[in-house]
Each structure stands twice: as structure tokens, then as C-alpha cells.
């Protein structure tokens, strides 16, 4: 069983920046993909960026640049660096692990297998 613990949500203004956290825990081998999804209230979950299995790594076209993935394999910790944050970047941010999820499919959460509780990222403007 993988847990996976969010943290690092904030309120912040905009422009700010925030560096979310994802400590990973239990089994997990070479082949798990990790992800980084939101949600904001009345909309569908969506992905934010994603690494696979072989360290590629893809962003949504709304990240233009702003975000960075990376993860610490001696820490098992996954990061979301967020700079230049907007209002519309105002969501609960959650962390999700997947088995062997191709680079094409890391924005598809319906892949993901498990989930973390969510860390809540609110931006004013």
C-alpha cells in the first residue's frame, strides 16, 4: 500500500510563490509514475505536471512555465515548485502515484492508483 502526504498549501498573493511537498511511503518500485493534480470547487480534477517511470516529465499547457515537478529519491518526496501564482491557480492541489503511466497519459488521473488527502493553495489577488 503507497500513502501519499501533501503539504505545503497556502494562502498567498498574487504573483507569489509556493513549493508544495509529497512525502511517499510504503511500497513502491522503479515503475511508479508520480503526479500532480488540482481541483478547484464546480470543476473536474485536472492534472498539473507529471513524471514517469524514466524521469520524463510533462506540464499543462496553463503551468507556461511557472511550475517545476521534481522529486527526492532519498527523501521519497515529490515537489511542486509554483511561482508567478495567479487566482486561477486557487485549488486543492493532491499528489498521485501510478503504476508504469506513460508520458502522453500522466495528466489523466483515472490512471492514478493512489491519492493524497490534499493541500488546499489559495491565491488573491
Known amino acids: 500500500q503507497v500513502r501519499l502526504v501533501e503539504s505545503g498549501g497556502s494562502s498567498v498573493q498574487a504573483g507569489g510563490s509556493l513549493r508544495l511537498s509529497c512525502a511517499v511511503s510504503?511500497?513502491?518500485?522503479?515503475?511508479?509514475?508520480m503526479g500532480w493534480f488540482r481541483q478547484a470547487p464546480g470543476k473536474e480534477r485536472e492534472g498539473v505536471a507529471g513524471?514517469?517511470?524514466?524521469?520524463?516529465?510533462r506540464y499543462a499547457d496553463f503551468v507556461k512555465g511557472r511550475f517545476t515537478i521534481s522529486g527526492d529519491n532519498a527523501k521519497n518526496t515529490l515537489y511542486l515548485q509554483m511561482n508567478s501564482l495567479t487566482p486561477e491557480d486557487t485549488a486543492m492541489y493532491y499528489c498521485?502515484?501510478?503504476?508504469?503511466?506513460?508520458?502522453?497519459?500522466?495528466?489523466?488521473?483515472?490512471?492514478?492508483?493512489?491519492w493524497g488527502q490534499g493541500t488546499q493553495v489559495t491565491v488573491s489577488s
Open positions: 498521485a502515484a501510478g503504476w508504469n503511466i506513460g508520458l502522453r497519459f500522466l495528466m489523466v488521473p483515472g490512471l492514478y492508483n493512489y
Open positions: 510504503g511500497y513502491t518500485d522503479d515503475y511508479y509514475s
Open positions: 513524471i514517469d517511470s524514466d524521469g520524463r516529465i
